[in-house]
Structures are given as structure tokens and as C-alpha cells.
């Protein structure tokens, strides 16, 4: 007996979600497996700082080096660690660079899910093993919100598009194969982990070096974008619940609750005491400080997305019904969160304590 209650693969465990679900797995007794890119652990200071700095080292899981595109590698994963539950997270998760990079956005986002649902296959395995697919709400694009499991899919960006085939696949292979596998149709979720190319990380980066002096002025593009903001924390747990039902099935996992990225901005740089008014429109729009009329945020036209959603607004109701998960974390403690974060981390680099941890 190996004292493990269950074993877990990750893919994708560098990346935001993979470092809060293996924290979370493995506080609850499972033996993790993580697939992480090869470049992901070169520089492990950089590489793998989430799980590092969620206290999680080599000697807590166990990581595999691979690629969900290269299918022959990843049934043979597979078929070494014999996992009770994969999750798949791997992707190129962000929207606007999918438009540069279309291609490799399906290749990884769709064609490495059915790498993986092809080995459960060959394995033999649909019986013993549980898939969570991490599909997004990116798929539901322009329909009108509020979005729930019955929302036709109107997806806005090659990752959407990505996301829905491999959304597809999953069902597909449920219905046809009977495999034990789940979409969860996450709204966006954020935390001190997330990655620095993404608009809140950016914001709260900003927000924490404009207070410490190291930083001018914070550039964004479309400060009209509204978004369904949870904490990550809380989503990986909903990703769990739903590999624990007896009938695998799809949910939306959302706040309820919408917010524009003008809100975020405002929202952020009041955990520093500082008031936003904004003047002029458009890419001539600016943010000041309202006490000293110090510019703090302008619009860079080349941040706009060739194409945008603009309402994402997600309706969680069947997984609070079915899975009895509710968010812990809505907009106002996520944003604190982020920036205290960004502030002691800045404060860190800084030359501070090297003990502090992500306080999520
Ligand atoms: P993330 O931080 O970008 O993590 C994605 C991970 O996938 C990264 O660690 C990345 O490796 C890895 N990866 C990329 N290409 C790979 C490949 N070919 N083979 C193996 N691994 C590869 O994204 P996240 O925020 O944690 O999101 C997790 C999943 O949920 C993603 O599938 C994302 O699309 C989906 N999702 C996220 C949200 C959200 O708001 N966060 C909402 C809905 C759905 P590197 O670290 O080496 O780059």
C-alpha cells in the first residue's frame, strides 16, 4: 500500500491553477503527478516559482517533463502513473496571443486533450480513470450574458474556438466511450499567481510599483472589457468536486457577478489610497490621480484585441445545486488580494523577508 488515498496527473501544473490544485490534492492526501513543459524547468527560480511559492517542491509531487501534443509521450504517462483522476490544464491560456499564434493555440488547446482522451482509450482505462478538461467561458464570446451551460457558444478568438473543439471531444468521447469526463466552463480567475501578461496581473504589477516609485504609468488597452472575476483558489476546488460525482457532466463555475476592467483598475489603486478620474475617450482616455492630477493610466491602441469579448458574465446555479460549490473570494477581496501580494513581493525583491508566501 502506498498510503496515498488517490493519484492525480496534472498537466499544465506550472501554471496558475496547476500550483493551487496541487496544493489542494495533495492537502487532501493524493499522489501528484505534474506533465510540465521541458523550458518550464530550466530556470527554476523562474519556471517553477507558483508551485515554489506555494510551498510545493519536488519532494512534495512528482514532476514528469512532456508536451500534450506529442500524444505517444503522454499515453505512456499515462500508463506509467496510472492516475485515479487527470487533470487537464495545459494550454496556451492567453486570448490575445492566440491571434498571433492560431495554429499552436489548437494544437495544444484542442489536439492535446484528444491526446489524452485517445490514451485513456488505447489504455483501456475509461473505466478506471476521471477526466477534468478545462474548458473556458471564452467559448460562450459574444452571447449575450448571463452565461450558463445552456448558452450557445459564439467564441470571439482561436483559443475560444480551441477550447470549444476540445469541449466537443470530451462530450463526444463521454457519449461514445462512456468515459468518466467533465468540462468545467470556468469564468476568468485570478490571484497573485496568475501570469504577468494577463490585464488584473498587470494591473496590480503596476498598482504595487507606482506606490514603491519604481513604476510611471500603467498602458492598457480595452478598459470597457467585462469579466466575471473569481479567485483561483476557490476553482480548483469546483474543478475537484466535479471528478467526485458519480455522473460526469459539464458546470459553469462563475461569481455571478461583473465587473469592467475600469472597475478593477479603480478598484486596485485604491488599496493604495489613491482615487482614479478619468477624462477624455477612447485611446485618448486617461486616469489621474484625483488629489495630485498625476497621470497614473492611458490607453495603448496596440493592447486592443483584433477581435473582442466584451460581456462575460457567468450563471454558476447547477454547480452550487449539484457540487455545493459557492465562491469563497468575490471582486473586492480578489483585487486586495492581488495587490498586497504584488506589494510584498515587490518588497521581496526589494530585499524583505524571503519566508512570505502567497497569502491567497
Ligand atoms: P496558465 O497559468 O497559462 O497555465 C497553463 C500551463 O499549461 C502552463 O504551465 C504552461 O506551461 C502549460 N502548457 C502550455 N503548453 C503546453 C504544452 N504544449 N504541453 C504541456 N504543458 C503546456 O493557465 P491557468 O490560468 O492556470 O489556466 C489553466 C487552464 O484553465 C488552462 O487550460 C486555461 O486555458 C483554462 N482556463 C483558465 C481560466 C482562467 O481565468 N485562469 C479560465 C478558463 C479556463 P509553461 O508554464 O511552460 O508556459
Redesign the pocket.
Known sequence: MSGFKKTALI????????GYLAEFLIRRGYKVHG???W??YVDPQD?LKRLSSLGLTDASMTLHH????DAQSVAALIKQVRPDEIY???????VGVSFTTPAATL???TK?TLAILDAIRLLDMERTVRLYQ?????MFGSAPAPQDEHTPFMPCSP?GVA?LAAYWLVKTYRDAYGLHASNGI?????SPA??EDFVTRKITKAVAGIEAGSREVLKLGNLDSIRDWGH?RDYVEGMWLMLQQDVPDDYVLATGQAHSVREFVERAFEQIGMHIVWSGQGVEETGRDKRTGRLLVSVDASLFRPKDVHHLLGNARKAQDRLNWLPRYYFDDLVADMVNADRVLLWREAGGDSAWKMTG
Open positions: 498537466t499544465g501544473i506550472a501554471g496558475q491553477d496547476g506533465l510540465i513543459r523550458d518550464s519556471g512532456g508536451d500534450v501534443t487537464n490544464l495545459a494550454a496556451l491560456s492567453q494544437d495544444i488547446n492535446g478545462a474548458s473556458s467561458s471564452e483559443y477550447k470556468l469564468f476568468n480567475h485570478e496568475r501570469g483561483a
